[in-house]
């Protein structure tokens, strides 16, 4: 639908009707969900979470890799179903905190904070 | 051995889908713990529901689950006509009475299930449902020591206490803590000063790693809901401080909260926590969340 202007030469009190899509072309554009390191080493830095998995830790062979002493080799993991993403404790020596809580697994949503020694995350939905 | 604590539901009265209510959840009572290789589930609000699905994904072959009411409002049983391991033959749910002999929990299970309410009668369920009675308000499930005590709340309920292996977790929904304060006329008095609770009620709950208790209304909301069988989130704090609780999960959420209400509420809670000089742990209880203990 468009509002007609005075500009255009068209009359200020019609308005022309059309089909949305075939004026935008488009459907919803989408963005994968991400997890912005705030704090901690190699911040500031975003990993946009594309896999099924992906594990957060300080070994070399993991997605995520933070190079943190406070870090397990393979700390946590980011699961992925759907559009939501699971984040999961894997037995590490120092746990994980969701917004201060240490907690074994949780669902994120926005602006939820995970902490981990001294490596603090940000989780950003997709869209 | 750890034990795990899963909350699938931790709305109060009545559901609450929508985004206002997101990051806590809209899902009504319902908390699963796995200790000792037990199954034991708390309530069957409509939580209950979704942690059937999980359970027909974790254990397909059939699950063995041990179900505790802490009482029998809508908001605690509506989920379980939704409980898909209750429709496999293959599944083994037992029903926990407070009381022996009394088949009451069993009986409104079946109650909400007439064909009025539902289109499932309960006798078509394939799973064998079988009641237990607690003894002297204690039973064991495998190594696990469980315990009930009577609450404040309209038509009473029971808080319910686990223990293994020197973990404890307790849960304790539905009580009127407010009611069984020991100087009543503290709160107005001197609102910021510890507010003293039964001492068999502390001690039911002394040394827990978590408790899981209602904290539905704010301390200025409390006075005109009076009667109604929550309690001040404030109080349970106070609750928690004296019995060296490590951990507080305020849980039961009032419907009309959103989520940015709760944050609030637990902040104050916090906050009232280091004012009586305590180093409890207290937060939100929020669907979806696991914990290990």
Known sequence: ?127 | MPAFVRFWGTRGSIPTPGHQTRRYGGNTSCVELRMDGALLVCDGGTGLRELGLDLRRRMPEGVEAHLFFSHMHWDHIQGFPFFVPAYSPESRLHVYETTPGDDRVRRLLHGQMKSEYFPVSFSELGATIEARYFSNRELWVRGVRVRCFEQPHPGRSFAFSFEHEGKKIVYATDSELDSCVCDPLLREREPEALRRLPADLVRFIEGADLLIADGQYTDAEYPSKRGWGHASAATVVDLAVQAGVRQCAIFHHDPMHSDDVVEEKIQVCRARARTHGSELVVFGAREGVELKL
């Open chain 1, 1 to 127: 639908m468009i509002v007609s202007e005075d500009r255009f030469g068209f009359d200020s009190d019609s308005t022309l009707v059309g089909e949305p899509g075939a004026l935008t072309g488009w459907g919803p554009i989408r963005r994968p969900p991400r997890l912005e390191l705030l704090q901690g080493p190699g911040a500031p830095r975003a990993f946009d979470l594309l896999a099924d998995e992906m594990v957060i830790g300080r070994s070399s062979q993991v997605e995520i890799c933070i190079e943190s002493q406070l870090m397990s080799r393979r700390h946590a993991a980011l699961r992925r179903s759907g559009p939501d993403v699971r984040l999961v404790d894997l037995e590490s020596a120092n746990g994980v905190y969701l917004n201060g809580v240490r907690v074994h697994s949780a669902g994120l949503l926005e602006g939820d904070t995970i902490q981990i020694g001294d490596v603090l995350f940000v989780y950003r939905e997709g869209g």
